[in-house]
């Protein structure tokens, strides 16, 4: 885990899209989409449902962004 994924993991769900959060971050989006399955992977967890026109956090992945946040503020 880094701090740039947790950086990608916030801006996603601020800006609402894994496009603006890449325009934000001035990133490409397939990039912030690696980033996410790599965090994904790494504690066996899945962050987002991606079935809808937006991310939508999964329950876990409620409970993993708000740690991130924490994590992100220190």
Do not use: C
């Not at 996603?12 to 899209?17: D, Q």
């Not at 603006?20 to 504690?43: G, R």
């Amino acid at each position: 885990m880094t701090f740039d994924q947790l950086e990608t993991l916030e801006m996603i769900v601020e800006k609402g899209s894994f496009k603006a959060a890449a325009d934000h971050l001035h990133k490409t989006q397939p990039s912030l989409s690696v980033a996410i399955k790599k965090l994904e992977e790494e504690f066996d967890l899945k962050l987002f449902n991606r079935d809808q026109y937006r991310p939508k956090l999964t329950a876990e992945g409620i409970v993993f962004y708000n740690w991130a946040k924490q994590t992100l503020n220190i």
